[in-house]
């Protein structure tokens, strides 16, 4: 069955950087898009970053020049490099793929972003 674990969160001052991971498991991961989302206190999750199988990426507006992902299909794993983290990064991150139109996530990882 689809796993997708995620790691990499915690407490981090304004400005500095994070560095996410997802494992994943029971599926194809190579022909796999793969994303990121978060969600913050009161609100609704929200779409950060995608990445294709061929390693092209997409990111929402927020996190444009900040964030980095990636992928490395010999681990089965995708990265999410965030630098210069703001207070409002606080969130729950989550993994998130989809196979036979279906969304699968992980358990998610908190970050929070506070002096």
């Known amino acids: 069955q689809v796993q997708l674990v995620e790691s990499g969160g915690g407490l981090v001052q304004p400005g500095g950087s994070l560095r996410l991971s997802c494992a994943a498991s029971?599926?194809?991961?190579?022909?796999?898009?793969m994303s990121w989302y978060r969600q913050a206190p009161g609100k609704q999750r929200e779409w950060v970053a995608l990445?294709?199988?061929?390693?092209?990426?997409r990111y929402a507006d927020s996190v444009k020049g900040r964030f980095t992902m990636s992928r490395d299909n010999t681990k089965n794993t995708v990265y999410l490099q965030m630098n210069s983290l703001k207070p409002e990064d606080t969130a729950i991150y989550y993994c998130q793929t989809q196979r036979d139109a279906s969304d699968y996530w992980g358990q998610g990882t908190q970050v929070t972003v506070s002096s």
């Open positions: 029971g599926f194809t991961f190579s022909r796999s898009a």
């Open positions: 990445i294709f199988t061929d390693g092209k990426t």
